[in-house]
């Protein structure tokens, strides 16, 4: 009896030394919007088509960054490779589609990179691209779809407007995706910047 309850009094205390030290997105940062229905016939996340070099020339620049958060640390990460056929609508907004290449994650650990390209997260072999399109922009507000993880969603969040480019950070839930695991928080941090 005595031996159960000093085992049990260990988990107890693990369990809260475990969630004192995760690390979590911050609160001033907005969630996005993303519908609970999974878009069916619009999964593109294997999508692995890439822009021609005279193609993106003509399109706005875009780049995709993002901050996960585990036990006892935040890691930031980037997108080497993405593609962009954002163009300016008549009203002067955003509108096009953004792949991001998932192989060309990277994140500020070696090993943290190598590890969130396994089955245990992002899975870029079998998932190679992940695709997100604006479809309008009004008031301040996206509109569009996202594909991660092979899953295709409506999402909306908030953009801010600059003299040089549209900017976007916010928070969503990797489980809307179909990424579940519990090493890391699986809320991810993410920013967008597209360049006028």
Known sequence: MKKTFTFLIVIVGAFIIWNLIQTKPREDIQNAEVSSEVILGEN??????????????NFLETKV?????????EHSGSFTSVDSTMMLDENGMPSGRVVVF?????????????????????????????????????????????????????????VTESNEDF????????????????????VVELSVSIKK
């Open 44 to 57: 593109i996340g294997s999508d692995t088509a890439r822009v021609s070099e005279e193609g993106i020339k």
């Open 102 to 158: 998932m192989d060309s994650l990277l994140v500020d650990t070696e090993a943290v990179t190598k590890h969130l390209k396994t089955v245990d997260f992002f899975d870029v072999v079998k998932f190679e691209t992940s695709i997100f399109t604006i479809e309008n922009i009004t008031n301040g507000k996206a509109d569009g779809s996202m594909t991660i993880h092979g899953v295709t969603k409506k999402i909306s969040f908030d």
């Open 167 to 186: 900017n976007a950070t916010f928070n969503i839930d990797m489980k809307d995706f179909g990424i579940n695991q519990t090493f890391a928080n699986e």
């Open 65 to 73: 960054s993002f901050k996960g958060f585990g036990p006892g640390k």
